[in-house]
């Protein structure tokens, strides 16, 4: 496919900034406070790919504990609270090869963000990381009623870009880059192909993905994707 691909949408945690730590230790920290242990292992394991909604239902299901609505909703504005008192004091960096990738990209492609995260910690952390100005669409966890894994996110984000660019787009015109095992099976499903990114998982635990790389370096993706258009 000559003209493939039209567009290309990233995942945020774990494939553009190093912040699963981040996020692991505000989970870990609000949790607490409930008298919930929740082990790195774990939320390696089992919480990738969730938004803050999902991880926390999930933790309680797998416990057989009782979740109010008001607890829930407590305790994902606690997370996020201690998530951007975190970013202010030390903001996670860009991943090995992010920057260099992402600004290869742009010029030639439009590029967004779909991610279980919130809007205000996905903005603070672009800003952070100077890459803010590469992506025109951004899907956060507020903007979607089922979060990931479920893959309506991205095809959301798909019609949002066709929207900006005046040209409507398909799931196969699209790349997604991707960590999240779950979420590239459920996003294969519905016609996206998947580049998927080592970062949290081995190369061999990303069985749903097109293409597989150890980082974003340019030379590393370029191998894969020989077709893409990046400045090398």
Known sequence: MPNWPQAIIFDFDGVIVNSEPLHFYAFQKVLQLEKIDLSEAEYYRELLGFDDRGAIKFVYAKRKLTLEPKTLLRLITRKSEVVMELIEVRPPLALP??????????????????????????????????????????????????GKPDPSGYLQTVRLLGEKIKKPLKPANCLIVEDAPSVMKAVKAVGFPVLGVATAHPLEKLVDADWRVKTLAIAEVHKQIPQLKLRI
């Open 97 to 146: 090869g992010v920057e260099e990738f992402v600004r290869g990209l742009w010029r030639h492609y439009p590029l967004a963000i779909c991610s279980g995260a919130l809007r205000e910690e996905i903005e603070a952390m672009l800003e952070g990381v100077r890459l803010r100005d590469c992506f025109s669409i951004i899907t956060a966890a507020e903007d979607v009623t089922v």
